[in-house]
């Protein structure tokens, strides 16, 4: 990849530009994150970042629901290189934002982002060692044309522009509201009101204790229990290494501290489901008021991280329960009444606002189509290269977190080693990296083994993982602190090479090779 002379610190970008080094899609907290390490590592570079919406922060300005929040601490889901300073752990959403446009604003990054500015899709040239990549803006629907060397799909993986909500019988009868929590109204007013959350996932225990004091009652209407566990909002010993030391060092042992607790957690989980069991059981009981019936709703029927915790700052959903402001039930809908729902074991909820809080609709990559020297890309066929690039497709990366630990982990480490990836090509002088298996037939999974409905409904549509280094995605922090940072960026099943119109540069320029 070339280098340019512009510094992304200093001057000021061209927004009519239309040739870079890499394209970064998506101005939230992967691609923000992205375009730091890029500039950090490679500041010669010449990058931007492809918007859709008309802000930056994705999930965290997007979502406008009651009580949005992390469920995961913000000392490990905030960036290594950006301390977080608020004495909340566990923050809203409006405070996640603001750390990230602040974070984009003192890097300059938010002056690299193009908004209203929707990816259609990419082709790639191996003669040129070019990414063609079709754009639309959306207020105006105009049609633009850019290119890259590398492409870094940083857009999640979900649709931003429509949830996922079940066909509910007689939904038509109702007479009240009904709103997903990804297209929450401005104007919803719940006070006084009989609100019936459907769902039982982070969204719906978010929102039930954030609606629970103004509304009349709000009942949480659940097909299967989750995993729920109380966490404390704040961190303690955050916060007192705060007050002792300066804030880089108390940044940084706060965050080993948390790495290290969410490992472990994870890993005696893994290891022995039945106690972990066991003991959630016991902490929900002990937050739940007296002969609560726990185990109709509080004990899934899959082990512990079979499907992520959802975790409540200091219990409030418990809380909620216990004041009497807030129910569960744990049922199926037979068909929707004009006065709320009718469940399949003959009980009636009554409600004046229905929220379907039921999920995602996962997209891969931004919903993009990809093209290889004119051959379309089927991500179903393709196979995840350590967790950040697909067989078959030169040039391109992406980034998808942890499902059992800070989603901006994993996202770090995967930019880390991207940039070490570059650095090797530019010493030397390719300008094209390949993932290609040398194994057609080894057996591949799911790229996701995790058992969330939203995961489950695309499983079909997203890339495979492999059983063997470096075609699986690892969720394991350390391994990959290994993998990704410390080992070489070289592999027998990586293939570098020099395109024909590329520069000549460094010893083996001239022939393909994987190192």
Known sequence: ?????????????????????????????????????????????????????????????????????????????????????????????????????????????????????????????????????????????????????????????????????????????????????????????????????????????????????????????????????????????????????????????????????????????????????????????????????????FNPPYDPWDQRLCAVPDGDLFRAIRQGRASVVTDRIATFTEGGVLLESGRELEADVVVTATGLNVQAMGGISLTVDDRPVSLADTVAYKGMMLSGVPNFSYSIGYTNSSWTLKVGLLCEHLCRLLAHMDSLGYDTAVPVLADPAMPTRPLLDFGAGYIQRAIDKLPRQGDRTPWLTSMNYAGDVQLLRHLPVTDPELRFSVSPGGPVAGPRASQEVSA
């Open 1 to 297: 990849m070339a280098a340019t002379d512009e510094t992304t610190t200093e001057e000021t970008p061209d927004q009519r530009a239309t040739s870079f080094d890499m394209l970064i899609i998506g101005a939230g907290i992967s691609g923000i994150g992205a375009g730091y390490y890029l500039q950090r590592e490679h500041p010669g570079r010449r990058y931007a970042i492809l918007e859709a919406r008309d802000a930056s922060g994705g999930t965290w300005d997007l979502f406008r629901y009651p009580g949005i929040r992390s469920d995961s601490d913000l000392h490990t889901f905030g960036y290594a290189f950006k301390p977080w300073r608020d004495k909340d752990a566990i923050a809203g959403a409006d405070k996640i934002l603001a750390y990230l446009r602040e974070t984009a604003a003192e890097h300059g990054i938010d002056r690299r982002i193009r908004y209203g500015t929707r990816v259609l899709g990419a082709s790639w040239s191996s003669a040129d060692a070019r990414w063609t990549v079709e754009t639309e803006r959306q207020d105006t629907g105009e049609r633009a044309t850019l290119t890259c060397n590398w492409l870094f799909a940083a857009a999640g993986y979900y649709r931003y522009d429509e949830g996922y909500t079940p066909h509910f019988p007689g939904r038509e009868r109702f007479s009240g509201t009904i709103v997903h929590p990804q297209h929450w109204p401005e104007d919803l007013d719940t006070s006084g009101k009989r609100v019936l959350v459907i769902g039982s996932g982070a969204t719906a225990v978010t929102l039930v204790p954030a609606l629970a004091p103004d509304a009349a009652h709000v009942t949480m209407l659940q097909r299967t229990p989750t995993y729920i566990m109380p966490v404390p909002a704040q961190d303690k010993v955050a916060n007192l290494l705060r007050r002792l030391l300066d804030e880089g060092r108390a940044y940084a042992l706060t965050r080993r501290k948390n790495i290290a607790r969410q490992q472990v957690i994870w890993r005696l989980f893994q290891k022995y489901p039945k106690a972990a069991r066991r003991l959630i059981r016991r902490v929900n009981a002990k937050q739940l008021p007296e002969g609560y019936p726990v185990d109709e709703h």
